[in-house]
């Protein structure tokens, strides 16, 4: 190479990375929402083909609301994200039939969720049983 072209290289070198900076941060938030899209999951079933098992469990109510409902959450195959930086795990809300009713990307995002979605006690289930037993609900109850 030239001297020339390097002192090109060398004088565009530090804008160059700056920029690549937020340029990679733009596009690891991209693929992470991409990733924790529930795009075309609305069963429990479709959720463990999509995501894989869930991280944790908990019982959650809907204010105003009297049934209770599962909040599934962790990252997509137990995997955090690379280049993203969520403050909370995703967090899928499905009833006790086994369907979809609201998702968050980042639950500790926004107090919004909690004000909406309010854990019954602190403790999570085990995951195993609480998934059965959704895959078994009729698909038209509650």
Not at 57 to 69: A, C, E, F, L, M
Request: aromatic letters at 12%; charged letters at 20%; one cysteine or more.
């Amino acid at each position: 190479m030239s001297e020339r072209v390097l002192r090109i290289i060398w004088r565009w070198l530090p804008l160059m990375l700056v920029l690549s900076v937020p340029l990679l941060l733009l596009a690891g938030e991209w693929q992470y929402t991409h990733s924790v899209s529930p795009k075309e999951v609305r069963t429990i079933d479709d959720h463990l083909a999509r995501f894989g098992m869930p991280k944790f469990i908990t019982h959650v109510k809907r204010k105003g609301d009297p049934q209770s409902y599962f909040e599934l959450s962790g990252f997509p195959n137990g995997k955090m994200p690379r280049l993203a930086f969520p403050s909370a795990r995703p967090a899928y809300i499905y009833n006790s039939s086994g369907t979809l009713v609201d998702w968050c990307r980042d639950s500790g995002d926004t107090n919004q969720w909690r004000k909406v979605w309010r854990p019954i006690s602190e403790a999570t289930f085990d995951v195993q049983p609480v998934i059965r037993q959704l895959q078994k609900a009729p698909p038209n109850s509650p």
